[in-house]
């Protein structure tokens, strides 16, 4: 069982900056792939970045590739994601994700795949 804790989110100007953090309970946090989905009013939740449990493997969603890097610290239980160039396109509930790599495969973009959800953090980009 992991349990997930989203921060940092806010409001921020396009072309701006914020640090996501997700902190994670449990023992086996080392063990799970984590990623970051977000979702707007309206809209589907979607896959923004994913990271491997060693931290070796990382994938984003074209849509913030070369803005946005996904991090993790296993000593410290914590998933982190660095969102750069904001644009209000980006506006949405940022939620933070883990999941068991064996039973996810290379698909990380489904959110069906993901076992544990955090409660979300809010970001508003203002244009």
């Known amino acids: 069982q992991v349990q997930l804790v989203e921060s940092g989110g806010g409001l921020v100007q396009a072309g701006g900056s914020l640090r996501l953090s997700c902190a994670a309970s449990g023992r086996t946090f080392r063990r799970y792939a984590m990623g970051w989905f977000r979702q707007a009013p309206g809209k589907e939740r979607e896959f923004v970045a994913g990271i491997s449990w060693s931290g070796s493997n990382t994938d984003y969603a074209d849509s913030v590739k070369g803005r946005f890097t996904i991090s993790r610290d296993n000593a410290k239980n914590t998933v982190d994601l660095q969102m750069n160039s904001l644009k209000p396109e980006d506006t949405a509930v940022y939620y933070c994700?883990?999941?068991?790599?064996?039973?996810?495969?290379?698909?990380?973009?489904?959110?069906?795949?993901?076992?544990?959800w955090g409660q979300g953090t809010q970001v508003t980009v203002s244009s």
């Open positions: 994700a883990a999941g068991d790599p064996q039973a996810m495969g290379a698909n990380w973009s489904s959110k069906y795949k993901w076992n544990y």
